[in-house]
């Protein structure tokens, strides 16, 4: 299953460039973000919502029950990001959004992730093997935030910057111990890999609203941190002898709202019950 | 399990391999404080032990440190030793502490 082929179609295979070029964010009438800030902190916080949400689906049906709480866990860390950036972007965008409504009452084309992290969890090694790649990214990422100059952003940054350490640790001994572990937890993780690999790309790709940011120091160059990502991949998927698919496909579109079919199933589920009860606390 | 029957049915008799090695976890919840037992975690490694370790037993808390150790390597004293090693013997007054006067400002005894 090396060309991503397989359970996880994303419905815009085929496709991958020619609409990239002249995409352009639905708030801007040029390529850059009418509010750049806003917008940059609905990608870092998409990211974080979405593959939370996707980790808490594990809730109850965990591998052993310590997972099943590590998962949760880390699911929680997420969501938590997710809120406290959510929530900033409200007040950013000043248009009497908050969290709740920035994270129930958005439409997938609306959402900002990469689509790696939108992606069903698959068997343990897949949602492994996506945590991993995305924590080895969310490390160095959270890094250059903690010292941005908006101190908002900076103090969530350097809180999650914690949290995004210990997930790395979690997911990198996983990979080591599922791909160096049994002949079937190998082929498992391996597979996991093919699937899992070519949507790691978007992880690093820029567009004019990421530069605009980057010009503000409230953003992070992405490209910069491919090499030091790099050898972390590297050296974990080497010590767990899994090979790194050598593959051309690669998936994009996420931070416009060019999104697999499965974020909006997944969004369907975690939004209805705001939806059908709107307001309601507990 | 295996498609063995016979050790389908009695359980007991070896630990499955699908069943990872038992760790016992302690928790330290502040300098200089002991290291209390918590409770024990399934791992594979010592690494992943204590991994387990941090999200079962020290997440919440206010832990600043934890110990894991294989529970194979704790050596347990077997319920018949308990009179021989815990019989307190009560008739023996002179060996408890009690006649001394413990000073008035001495805390943490």
């Given at each position: 299953m090396t060309d991503g082929n397989g359970e996880l179609s994303t419905g815009n295979r085929g496709s991958a460039d020619h609409w990239i070029a002249g995409a352009r964010p639905s708030t801007a009438t040029s390529g850059v973000?009418?509010?750049?800030?806003?917008e940059y902190l609905l990608r870092l916080a998409d990211d974080r919502l979405v593959l939370g949400h996707r980790l808490s689906e594990w809730c109850g049906h965990g591998p052993i029950l310590e997972e099943d709480i590590a998962l949760a866990n880390i699911a929680l860390d997420l969501v938590g990001q997710a809120s406290m950036l959510l929530k900033l972007a409200g007040e950013v965008e000043g248009k009497g959004r908050n969290e709740d409504t920035l994270a129930y009452f958005r439409d997938a084309v609306a959402f900002r992730n990469v689509q790696l992290v939108e992606l069903p969890n698959g068997d343990f090694a897949a949602t492994i093997v996506r945590q991993f790649l995305f924590d080895a990214w969310d490390v160095l990422v959270l890094e250059r935030l903690s010292s941005a100059p908006n101190e908002s952003l900076a103090g969530i940054a350097a809180k999650a910057l914690k949290e995004a350490k210990y997930h790395l640790r979690h997911s990198a001994e996983w990979v080591r111990m599922l791909g160096d572990g049994t002949a079937e937890?190998?082929?498992?993780?391996?597979r996991a890999l093919d699937e899992m690999w070519p949507y790691a790309?978007?992880?690093f790709l820029m567009d004019d609203t990421d530069r605009a940011a980057i010009a503000t120091g409230n953003g992070v160059d992405v490209e910069a941190l491919r090499a030091r990502w790099q050898q972390t991949v590297d050296q974990v998927f080497g010590e767990a002898t899994l090979t790194i698919p050598r593959n051309a496909f690669a998936p994009r579109g996420g931070r416009i709202g060019r999104h697999t079919e499965h974020l909006g199933r997944m969004l369907a589920d975690m939004q209805s019950l705001a939806r059908a009860h709107p307001g309601a606390s507990w | 399990m295996t498609n063995d029957r016979s050790a389908a049915t009695t359980p007991a008799a070896s630990t499955p391999e699908t069943q990872w090695d038992l760790w016992e976890v302690f928790t330290q919840e502040g300098a200089g404080a002991p290291h209390e037992h918590a409770g024990s975690v399934h791992a594979t490694t010592a690494e992943h032990a204590m991994q387990n370790a941090r999200d079962v037993?020290?997440?919440?808390?206010?832990?600043?440190s934890l110990w894991v150790v294989p529970t194979t390597a704790i050596v347990a004293s077997a319920?018949?030793?308990a009179g021989p090693l815990f019989d307190p013997g009560n008739d023996k007054a002179y060996r408890h502490p009690q006649f001394y006067k413990v000073p008035r400002g001495v805390r943490g005894l």
């Open positions: 973000a009418e509010n750049v800030l806003f937890s190998h082929a498992r993780a391996q790309g978007e992880l | 037993y020290a997440r919440r808390g206010k832990v600043v319920p018949s030793d």
